[in-house]
T-cell receptor, first 118, second 114 residues
Framework: AQTVTQSQPEMSVQEAETVTLSCTYD???????LFWYKQPPSRQMILVIRQEAYKQQNATENRFSVNFQKAAKSFSLKISDSQLGDAAMYFC???????????????FGTGTLLAVQP | NAGVTQTPKFRILKIGQSMTLQCTQDMNHNYMYWYRQDPGMGLKLIYYSVGAGITDKGEVPNGYNVSRSTTEDFPLRLELAAPSQTSVYFCAADRVLTGNSPLHFGNGTRLTVT
């Protein structure tokens, strides 16, 4: 079974600085999808960025980018020019490519709570 | 579009009471999911549905039931509430079974069982 591990329960960054959130996963599959979701205090789950495992190029969305290391099974999120509105819980998630009912569910890590200091 | 709407936002139950968490979506998505979020545990899948009339268990289905009589609605039923069911519950919908399309989440229901 696939697992997702976020080893940093909490992180802190100064406004305008850069921070990197770590995520590792375990799978025997060769193709899959990876996601980062943001959950602000409002509880809303917001997709930040996604990556297909077959793509070599790291995904980028404005100030958010990932460092996808397939061999190491690592999927870290880099937030550049951090803003106060980036303060939230961040979840890394894995999704299988193959059809198989519940096996296609999102598998979440335990989250990293990011604080942004003014 | 409202997306995925969950009601209520908050609820306190006594042990042994029952309740239904409502979830409705207006995106005509076939695939719907119920997750629970416990502190420090991420989100765990309770039940999911691939279309009207079809439901199946996820990782943590015990103590819950679901139904899917229409594409739009996917209610979650707690029959005999227990303190272990204190959690935040999220309903989500997706247009595909797999792929990189994002799940559309509701805003959650915070349930406390005392």
């Amino acid at each position: 079974a696939q697992t997702v591990t976020q080893s940093q329960p909490e992180m802190s960054v100064q406004e305008a600085e850069t921070v990197t959130l770590s995520c590792t996963y375990d799978t025997s599959e060769s193709d899959y999808y990876l996601f980062w979701y943001k959950q602000p205090p409002s509880r809303q789950m917001i997709l930040v960025i996604r990556q297909e495992a077959y793509k070599q190029q790291n995904a980028t969305e404005n100030r958010f980018s990932v460092n996808f290391q397939k061999a190491a099974k690592s999927f870290s999120l880099k937030i550049s020019d951090s803003q106060l509105g980036d303060a939230a819980m961040y979840f890394c998630a894995y999704r299988s490519v193959e059809y198989g009912g519940a096996t296609n569910k999102l598998i979440f890590g335990t989250g990293t709570l990011l604080a942004v200091q003014p | 579009n409202a997306g995925v709407t969950q009601t209520p936002k908050f609820r306190i139950l006594k042990i042994g009471q029952s309740m239904t968490l409502q979830c409705t979506q207006d995106m005509n998505h076939n695939y719907m999911y119920w997750y629970r979020q416990d502190p420090g545990m991420g989100l765990k899948l309770i039940y999911y549905s691939v279309g009207a009339g079809i439901t199946d268990k996820g990782e943590v289905p015990n103590g819950y039931n679901v139904s899917r009589s229409t594409t739009e609605d996917f209610p979650l039923r707690l029959e005999l509430a227990a303190p272990s069911q204190t959690s935040v519950y999220f309903c989500a919908a997706d247009r595909v079974l797999t792929g990189n399309s994002p799940l559309h989440f509701g805003n959650g229901t915070r349930l406390t069982v005392t």
